[in-house]
């Protein structure tokens, strides 16, 4: 990847009860139309997590947390999305969402080096 590529990245937050509008940053996707460029990775502090709310089902909220992967990455099992240019894809992952998983709004930047900037975010955004 040559030059420098506009990019957008969003948090993904774990938000465990919704009224109370509380989250926890669990991962990130990022993407660059330029550069034909989305990928997303999560980590889900089990302990963290049941400090929000120990009832939640970590199973299912992993499952769910995987389709962002598979969405990315185009896989088959990401099913209709999956099969959508990477910016359809972005913006379908990034809809404004009551759920259990949300995302933040998009955010700019500009990068030489995709696969830096997104280690980069996902230290200080996420672990």
Not at 14 to 33: D, H, Q, T, W, Y
Not at 61 to 70: A, D, V, W, Y
Not at 78 to 104: C, H, K, M, N, P
Request: include cysteine.
């Amino acid at each position: 990847m040559q030059g420098k590529h506009l990019y957008e990245y969003a948090v993904i937050r774990v938000v465990p009860r919704v009224e109370r509008e509380e989250f926890m940053n669990a991962g990130i996707i990022l993407f660059s139309k330029k550069a034909g460029y989305i990928k997303s990775r999560y980590v889900l502090d089990e302990s963290k997590l049941k400090c929000f709310a120990s009832e939640l089902d970590v199973q299912s909220l992993r499952i769910n947390l995987e389709s962002f992967g598979k969405i990315c990455s185009g896989e088959k099992e990401g099913g209709y999305i999956a099969s959508l240019d990477v910016a359809e894809r972005f913006r379908w992952l990034t809809a404004v969402r009551s759920t259990s998983i949300q995302t933040s709004r998009p955010h700019p930047g500009f990068s030489s080096d995709l696969d830096a900037t997104f280690e980069k975010l996902f230290q200080e955004l996420v672990l």
